[in-house]
């Protein structure tokens, strides 16, 4: 099957914990991305990656920091959890690194931060 | 940045209505327009997309309309079905800046 996998489907941790979610992608696409969902369904792009540029949104926390191995995987590491951090992060893939490719999206990882 | 705006924020329509949905963005280099389509529980999937060069684009139940001057979207959706609720998101993109999002319209469809 082809597709975006993420795990755990949930994490529930304590504030100052840090966390570590899995991204991978069978799609043989370039580039991979983690947006942040809230509880209110507003979605916001966190990184882009391909293996020769990352590009970080600027309202994203120090703590939070995307971690690859190869084109396939993209984790996201949070250092520190906080309260604000409760959310369902969700990961996506594209074919190149540009504006104009179609987006598939993983199902989600949901942290709540207690 | 780009910021993309989306109206309504909610729909209730019966089984076999149609259903307009607004978008408007803000950065004139935004190239590529997707919705997304997510489901309670299930990921965001992608209904239909539009680029810069193009007026219309129709799949199925579902048209898209781009007016680059305005820069203003609108999805129609016709034929209504249950299977069509779901919260319904327009986004833009600006090459490598990934997708920004407008707010999502929730969508109920009652048989």
């Known amino acids: 099957e082809t597709a975006v996998f993420q795990t755990p489907n949930y994490h529930v941790t304590q504030v100052g914990n840090e966390v570590s979610f899995n991204c991978k992608q069978t799609?043989?696409?370039?580039?991979m991305y983690w947006y942040k969902q809230d509880s209110k369904k507003l979605l916001k792009i966190m990184f882009s990656?391909?293996?020769?540029?990352?590009?970080v949104n600027e309202t994203v926390p120090r703590r939070f920091s995307p971690q690859s191995s190869d084109k396939a995987h993209l984790n996201l590491r949070i250092k520190s959890v906080e309260p604000e951090d409760s959310a369902v992060y969700l990961c996506?893939?594209?074919?190149?690194?540009?504006?104009?490719?179609?987006?598939?999206f993983g199902p989600g990882t949901r942290l709540t931060v207690l | 940045g780009e910021q993309v705006e989306q109206l309504p924020s909610s729909l209730i329509v019966q089984e076999g209505a149609s259903v307009l949905i607004n978008c408007s963005y803000t950065?004139?280099?935004?190239?590529?327009f997707p919705w997304y389509k997510q489901e309670p529980g299930k990921r965001l999937q992608f209904i239909i997309d539009?680029?810069?060069?193009?007026e219309r684009k129709q799949n199925q139940r579902l048209t898209l309309l781009f007016d680059k001057k305005t820069k203003h979207l609108s999805l129609h959706i016709t034929a209504t079905q249950p299977g069509d609720s779901a919260i319904y998101f327009c986004?833009?993109?600006?090459?490598?800046?990934?997708?920004?999002f407008g707010l999502g319209t929730r969508v109920s469809v009652f048989p």
């Open positions: 996506a893939s594209s074919p190149r690194l540009g504006g104009s490719y179609e987006q598939y």
């Open positions: 799609l043989g696409h370039d580039t």
């Open positions: 990656y391909n293996n020769k540029q990352l590009i």
């Open positions: 950065d004139s280099a935004s190239v590529y």
């Open positions: 539009i680029r810069s060069n193009m």
């Open positions: 986004s833009a993109s600006n090459y490598a800046q990934g997708l920004t």
